[in-house]
């Protein structure tokens, strides 16, 4: 990843690289911000507290200092915005991970930064191309393309066996039975330590899976009947309702 960032003084800076497909990042942190904006192809981002997956055309917020690895799915073109802490707290970034919505203004403002040089004059029109970057990442919309992990031993064993091989037919007794709890007690817990529904959860892993299979190139009914959706069409309404396309569309961009 990027470095002498650390060395410059300026608030805001963007670099652009390209990764091959399977490219890997083990677990590092940066002194900054990363606002991590995937031009093209598919982002996996992990932490001890949960994992994120970027499609094309979506960001992903990771804050300063806090240890995280990526996996590049595909062939992936990768527009960094690295963001002081002063500049962080000014602005209000989360304190945690999250995946990000990026508008038509906002991938117009990325596809600029990063052709501007490191040193910029601040009284610029580059100084201000990035104060109105930062306003932009400041207000884009979270989108639900996580899978936290609780810190619970034998729940975040049966978490990461399912992000492994994840499914609809998980069925919540069966998970409960394996974890060695009660199914009162395995629904308190998983909720108090995901803030999800263990329902909502599985359909997480389900859909992140999802993405990064299209990513590398699965078909639409292959997907969705291993997945354990009713039918592509089940399969196509759950995608669209959070991505705002169907995954056809998606493939095609």
Do not use: K
């Not at 499609?55 to 915005?81: E, K």
């Not at 906002?106 to 990035?130: D, T």
């Amino acid at each position: 990843m990027d470095d002498f960032y650390t060395e410059v003084p300026r608030a805001v800076i963007a670099t652009a690289r390209d990764y091959a497909p399977g490219a890997i990042f083990p677990s590092h942190n940066h002194a900054r911000g990363q606002f991590a904006y995937a031009a093209r192809g598919v982002i996996s981002v992990h932490t001890s507290h949960g994992n994120w997956l970027v499609p094309p055309q979506r960001a992903c917020w990771v804050p300063a200092r806090l240890s995280h690895g990526m996996r590049m799915h595909g062939a992936v073109t990768m527009h960094n915005v690295f963001i002081e802490e002063a500049a962080i707290a000014r602005i209000g970034l989360p304190p945690d991970c999250q995946v990000l919505e990026a508008t038509p203004l906002l991938r117009a403002l990325l596809a600029e930064a990063v052709n501007v040089e490191a040193l910029y004059a601040e009284a610029s029109r580059a100084g201000r191309l990035m104060a109105l970057l930062l306003d932009e990442i400041a207000a884009a919309r979270p989108l639900p393309l996580s899978a936290p992990l609780p810190q619970e031993p034998r729940l975040a064993r049966l978490c990461m066996d399912m992000l492994q091989q994840p499914s609809l037919d998980s069925n919540l007794d069966a998970m409960a039975a394996q974890a060695g709890m009660s199914r009162r007690t395995f629904t308190r817990q998983f909720r108090a330590q995901t803030g999800l529904a263990f329902a909502q959860w599985r359909q997480q892993a389900c859909l992140l899976a999802a993405i990064t299979r299209l990513a590398e190139g699965q078909a639409v009914t292959r997907i969705a009947l291993d997945l354990g959706y009713a039918s592509p069409s089940a399969f196509t309404v759950a995608f669209r309702r959070v991505l705002g396309q169907a995954p056809s569309d998606y493939l095609s961009n």
